[in-house]
């Protein structure tokens, strides 16, 4: 018998998760030098990584021989201060998404269910596959998060409900109010997970910590991959309420899931404020600059709050397909269940320029 037969049957269902196209990858398909190619398919930080960073990595990697601080204590001090919590509210993951895995681990099994939005980051039906739990999927008009909806969908063998806040591939966020209503419905038997990767983009986010300071069960996502520039070294963090914190701080996490170089650079780039503020900069002048581009051909896109935008252009496989022999690399939108639409991540003025350019010509040729 092949060994499939034993492997459990929801592992080999799986669809694997899809990243963005690697740049080295490309650049060697093509036969040009990577620094050829503009990579607009992961929501990175066009500008790099927080300087002050680098010089915490540089620093950091003279002590590689040495295991890390397992507890992350002073990572997790500092970012426990810069919100006015205690360190037990605070958890690291090998970037968040190691955190998504941990809550699942401890909530999940085959008679639960986890909720997310329709078009919510797909990330979270893969961890309820892998669990072989029920992922239960809730309609997203117009791309927005329903939390009424969500709530209504809540049964007693619920455990977890995701809200990608702004959401990852649409950019929409919902506001306050209708967190607000929500949270008023949330049973005990639940835990509300807010995942707000894209969290220090928009001018004035819904405040969710608010939560964690009433102990309700909550926990909040961020990470060190989208505006502080450090997607590489895989660190992300949660803030949840004790009682939640615990379970995967103390019992389910790698005794060093978040290794020492990344620690050092994710401190330094919690104080980077110049670094963020540059950032946010570049990234409202490229949005203006596509929003203004992409209504001016009549192009379909979501407003967004995040550092991306999901754009209508058809058929975005071949969209994807064409842009790429081209140098620039998108997201195509397939696997969201969004065949029509591609995910471009704002760039620098460059990036952006030379992606919309190659979108033109693209698109150009697909009508003759
Ligand atoms: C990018 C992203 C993350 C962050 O993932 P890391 O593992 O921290 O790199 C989490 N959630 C959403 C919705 C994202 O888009």
């Known amino acids: 018998m092949p060994i499939d037969q034993y492997a459990n049957s929801f592992v080999c269902n799986l669809v694997a998760y899809e990243p ?59 970012i426990a201060d810069s919100f006015s ?15 998504i895995e941990l809550l699942c681990h401890t909530f999940l099994n085959r008679d639960a269910e986890l909720i997310a939005a329709e078009h919510a980051f797909v990330v979270y039906k893969l961890m309820a596959t892998l669990f072989g739990a029920k992922y239960v999927e809730v309609p997203d008009p117009g791309f927005i998060h329903d939390l009424d909806a969500m709530a209504d969908a809540i049964t007693q063998n619920t455990r977890l409900v995701f809200i990608a806040n702004p959401n990852n591939p649409t950019g929409t966020m919902v506001g306050q109010e209708a967190i607000d209503r929500f949270m008023a419905r949330l049973p005990d038997h639940v835990v509300a997970v807010f995942d707000e990767a894209y969290f220090e983009f928009p001018d004035s986010p819904p405040d969710v910590l608010k939560y964690i300071h009433q102990g309700k069960n909550v926990c909040v996502l961020r990470t060190f991959s989208k505006i502080h520039g450090l997607a590489a070294l895989r660190v992300g ?8 914190a615990t379970f995967i701080c103390q019992k389910q996490r790698q005794p060093f899931n978040v290794n020492s ?35 001016a ?13 999901l754009v209508k252009t058809g058929d975005g496989d071949q969209v994807f397909r064409d842009m790429l022999k081209q140098g620039v690399i998108v997201r195509a939108m397939s696997s969201y269940k969004l065949p029509d639409w591609v995910r471009i991540s704002i760039g620098t003025e460059a990036q952006n320029q030379r992606c919309l350019e190659v979108l033109d010509s693209v698109l150009a040729a697909a009508t003759t």
Request: glycine letters at 10%.
């Open 85 to 99: 919590m205690d360190i037990s509210n605070v958890i690291l993951g090998n970037g968040s998404n190691e955190i």
């Open 237 to 244: 963090y949660g803030l949840a309420s004790k009682n939640v």
């Open 261 to 295: 170089i990344a620690q050092a650079a994710a401190l330094a780039a919690l104080g980077d404020t110049d670094h963020i503020a540059k950032t946010r900069a570049v990234n409202q002048a490229g949005m203006k600059f596509y929003e203004k581009e992409l209504a």
């Open 297 to 309: 051909r009549g192009l379909e896109f979501v407003p967004s709050f995040a550092n991306f935008l």
């Open 20 to 78: 963005g196209k690697p740049i080295d990858e490309t650049a060697r398909e093509l036969g040009l030098d990577p620094s050829q190619i503009v990579k607009v398919a992961s929501n990175e930080n066009p500008l790099g990584p927080s300087p002050l960073a680098k010089i915490a990595i540089r620093e950091a990697a003279e002590e590689s021989h040495i295991y890390p601080d397992g507890g992350g204590y002073r990572l997790r001090s500092a």
